[in-house]
C-alpha cells in the first residue's frame, strides 16, 4: 500500500479524493499498487463528508509520518503551499500539484531539490488542466526542439470571448454569466487580466528553454478592451479573437507574450471554444501538433493529479522530469517582435487612406456593419516597437488587437 496526503479539500482536493475513490481498482492496477488516501489537511472541518476521518489541520502530521510516501498540493497560492512543498520534498516525500502561481515562481528550486534526493515534483495539472502538456513534453517529445507554444490556456476568458463573438453579447454581460455558471471567480482578476495564462506560459517557455522564465518579464494583456465593436469587425474579416498565450523560439531567445489576438479560420486554435482549451506547439522535427480538452474544472484537474500520484508511485526511487536551471532567461524584447496589427479608428478610410500609406505604408481597410463613424486596417508585418511609433504619429486610434497568422 502506498500511502498519500492530499493538503487542501477545497474544489480540486475532493476531486481527488473522488477521482481516487471512484477509479481505485484502475488506478491501484496501473500503479502497481494500492494508494491509500491517509490524511487530508485542511483548516476546516466537513462534518458528515466520509472524509471527515481523514481531516487533520496540522501540517507537521505529514511531515512526520514516514509513512506518507506522497503528498498532492492543491491548497492554491504561495504561502503557505511553498513552504509545505519544500519541507515535504527535504523529507523524501514526493509531491505533485495544480498549483500554476508556486510552479512559476518557484519551479526550478523544487525540481532540484526532488533531482537531488531522487524522488518527484510533478506539475502536470498547473497548465491546461486535464490536457497532458507537461507530460508530452517531458516524456513524449524530447526528441525535438521545440519552436513554439501557443495556447489557449484559460477556460474562463475564453468561454467569455466565445460568447461575444457568438451571441453579440457585452463584456459586463458575459463576464456575469461566467461568474453566475462557476467559470469565474467573483474577483475574476487573475482570468480577466491574463495573470493566469501568464503563469502558464512562464512555465511551459521553463521547460523548453530549460532556464527559469520570469512570468513578471512576459508582456500581458487581458481581454477587458475587447468589446461587441472589436467582435463585428473579426466576422468581417472571418475571423475570431481568443487570448493567447505565446512563447517562440527566435534563435537563441524565447519570445513570449499573453494578448488577444485575430486568428482566420485556418489557424489551429480557431474553432477551440467555450471551456475548453487547446496548445499548439511546433517541434523543429514532429511538425505541429495539437493537444486539446476541459482546462479547468473539479475532476478534468483531478485526473490530472491522480495521474501524478501514479507517476510519482511508480518511480518512487528516481526522478522523471527535466529540470530547468534557476538561471533566469532573458527574453525577446518585445519591441523586436514581428507580427501583423489590426487597428480601429475614427473617421472615414476615404479621408484617411493617404495618411495611412504614408505613415503605415500599404494598410487593408476593414469596413464592420452597423460602424459607420469608424473603420479598421491591417498593416502589413512590423515589429511591436515600429508600430507603437506609427501609432503615435497617427492618434485617433480606438483599438488594436495583433494578427496571428
Not at 270 to 283: E, H, L, Q
Not at 333 to 360: C, M, N, W
Amino acid at each position: 500500500m502506498i500511502n498519500a496526503a492530499v493538503m487542501g479539500y477545497g474544489t480540486v482536493g475532493s476531486g481527488v479524493v473522488e477521482v481516487l475513490t471512484t477509479n481505485k481498482e484502475v488506478i491501484s492496477r496501473r500503479a502497481g499498487d494500492e494508494i491509500n488516501v491517509k490524511y487530508v489537511l485542511d483548516i476546516r472541518d466537513f462534518p458528515g463528508d466520509p472524509v471527515q476521518e481523514k481531516i487533520i489541520h496540522d501540517f507537521e502530521v505529514i511531515l512526520n509520518d514516514p509513512e506518507i510516501q506522497i503528498v498532492a498540493e492543491v491548497m492554491g497560492g504561495i504561502e503557505p503551499a511553498y513552504t509545505f512543498v519544500k519541507e515535504c520534498l527535504n523529507a523524501g516525500k514526493s509531491v505533485v500539484t495544480s498549483n500554476k502561481a508556486l510552479v512559476a515562481k518557484h519551479g526550478a528550486e523544487l525540481l532540484s531539490i526532488a533531482e537531488k534526493k531522487g524522488i518527484n515534483f510533478l506539475y502536470e495539472a498547473s497548465v491546461g488542466g486535464g490536457i497532458p502538456i507537461i507530460r508530452a513534453l517531458n516524456s513524449c517529445l524530447t526528441a525535438d526542439v521545440i519552436e513554439e507554444i501557443t495556447g489557449i490556456l484559460n477556460g474562463t476568458t475564453n468561454y467569455m470571448l466565445s460568447k461575444m463573438f457568438y451571441e453579440g453579447a457585452g463584456y459586463d454581460d458575459v463576464l456575469r454569466e461566467a461568474q453566475d455558471n462557476g467559470y469565474a471567480e467573483r474577483n475574476p482578476e487573475a482570468d480577466v487580466e491574463g495573470y493566469d495564462a501568464c503563469r502558464k506560459i512562464a512555465i511551459l517557455s521553463s521547460m523548453i528553454s530549460g532556464k527559469r522564465v520570469d512570468f513578471e518579464d512576459i508582456y500581458t494583456e487581458g481581454i477587458t478592451k475587447i468589446t461587441t465593436e472589436d467582435m463585428k469587425y473579426a466576422k468581417a474579416m472571418g475571423m475570431t479573437i481568443k487570448l493567447l498565450a505565446s512563447a517562440q523560439r527566435e534563435g537563441d531567445r524565447i519570445e513570449a507574450i499573453v494578448a488577444p489576438a485575430l486568428l482566420g479560420a485556418a489557424h489551429p486554435l480557431y474553432s477551440v471554444n467555450d471551456v475548453f482549451n487547446a496548445v499548439f506547439v511546433r517541434g523543429n522535427m514532429l511538425g505541429d501538433a495539437m493537444f486539446y480538452g476541459s482546462g479547468a474544472g473539479k475532476l478534468p484537474t483531478a485526473s490530472a493529479v491522480v495521474a501524478d500520484i501514479v507517476d510519482a508511485a511508480k518511480n518512487s526511487a528516481r526522478s522523471t522530469m527535466t529540470v530547468w536551471s534557476e538561471d533566469k532567461l532573458d527574453l525577446l524584447p518585445r519591441e523586436d517582435s514581428l507580427r501583423k496589427f489590426f487597428v480601429r479608428v475614427k473617421g472615414d478610410p476615404d479621408a484617411e487612406k493617404e495618411k495611412l500609406d504614408q505613415i503605415f505604408g500599404p494598410v487593408q481597410i476593414v469596413r464592420a456593419p452597423g460602424l459607420e463613424d469608424e473603420f479598421g486596417f491591417v498593416t502589413e508585418k512590423m515589429s511591436e516597437g515600429s508600430y507603437e511609433e506609427k501609432a503615435e504619429r497617427l492618434g485617433n486610434i480606438l483599438h488594436m488587437i495583433r494578427v496571428e497568422e
